[in-house]
């Protein structure tokens, strides 16, 4: 099936796969190749984790969006979005030490640190 990873800023990724795992509202969800269509909401501070059809694993923290699946392709259009190996884990750590009032930037650490975790 044919995957597109988008964040606001820019395309991410696309390709084909033959898995994409997210976290939406309503939990964890696996599209394989012949899904029924969906349109979920991506939770705040989630992942997504696409294995494409080479079998490499690409792991990426989300934040916020929606996860659209027709018959043979997903989209996934998140507010903001990284790679897993792009992140520094040491300072989405200094975020959430640091605590603060701003949830959004916690929020997002969070989840950056959880992408590390799944890859």
Known sequence: ??????????ELWS?????VSAQTTEGEIGIMAGH??????LVE?????ITTIDGEKIVAAVHGGFLSVTGKTVTVLAESADFAQDIDVDAARSVL???GDDKEALAVAKGRIRAVERA
């Open 15 to 19: 390709g084909n796969a033959t898995l």
């Open 45 to 49: 501070a989630g992942t997504v984790s």
């Open 1 to 10: 099936m044919e995957v597109a990873l988008v964040a606001v800023e820019r």
């Open 36 to 41: 029924e269509p969906v349109l979920g909401q």
């Open 97 to 99: 030490d640091a605590g």
